[in-house]
Every structure is written in structure tokens, then in C-alpha cells.
């Protein structure tokens, strides 16, 4: 990822969401169903049915795929059930290695996102430059 501009010498994948739409759902054909799959895949963000995919780049063009998960799951939640921060925690003996995101994913030890709030200017250039890393990752899913 250095080789990309990224400021960081431990930065191992870029990782993203992505959501795919769905016709809406009609059931399991049981009327009865306890399941009621239209609330189940419904996204109230994207305001259609969907499944939703998380994937992680890594420098050498390879990536990872998580999922699928229900619609309305956001990103941060599909991250934690992954197991892929799990994954860094053990592997972590020589060095900390960690994943880059978008807004979306929480900023720990084993994953940095962009800067939200009130921006300095270093922190909007910041964002710049990491936008411009990351957007291969968002390119996976077209």
C-alpha cells in the first residue's frame, strides 16, 4: 500500500461494503412463516431489498469477500462478525497490521477510517489522499 501513496508502512487491505438490490422478497412460499423476509432484507439507507457484501483488498490485487448478510446490517457490524480483526489480533507477534475503510468502520488498533467531525486542514488532506487509495476497493463491486 505504500507503493499507492498510503501514509502508513502497516496498512495491509482497503476494505468496503456494498450492497446489492433485490427484487422484493414474496416469502418461502408458507404464508405461515414465522420469517417475514421483506423486513429481514430491507434496507431503510437504501429504501429497497438487498444483500450486502464486505471486502477487503489487499496490496497484491487479492481479495477477501464477507458476506452475504441481510440488507439492513451496516458495514461496522458486518466487519466484527467477519472475524477479520480476530484474524490481525493473532497474527499480530511482529508487528501491528492494520485495514483502512470508509466513514463507516470504527478507528481501533486493527482499523483506521476517515476523519469525521470538524476537520483541520490536515485532516481534510488526509482524507484526500486516502480517498484516492481507497476508491480501488469501491471499484471491485461495479
Known sequence: MKAMGAPFDSLVGLID??????CRP???GNFRANVDLQEYYYSGKEKCHGIKFLALLFPNGMVAIAGPSCGRVHDARML????WMQMLYD???SRTMFVFG????????????????????????FNSLMSRIRIQVSILFI
Open 17 to 22: 461494503g456494498n450492497f446489492l438490490q433485490l
Open 91 to 93: 497474527y499480530e507477534q
Open 102 to 125: 470508509d466513514a463507516a468502520f470504527p478507528c481501533n488498533r486493527y482499523c483506521q477510517s476517515m476523519r469525521k467531525g470538524v476537520l483541520t486542514i490536515e485532516e481534510r488532506a
Open 80 to 83: 466484527r462478525e467477519s472475524g
Open 26 to 28: 414474496l416469502g418461502l
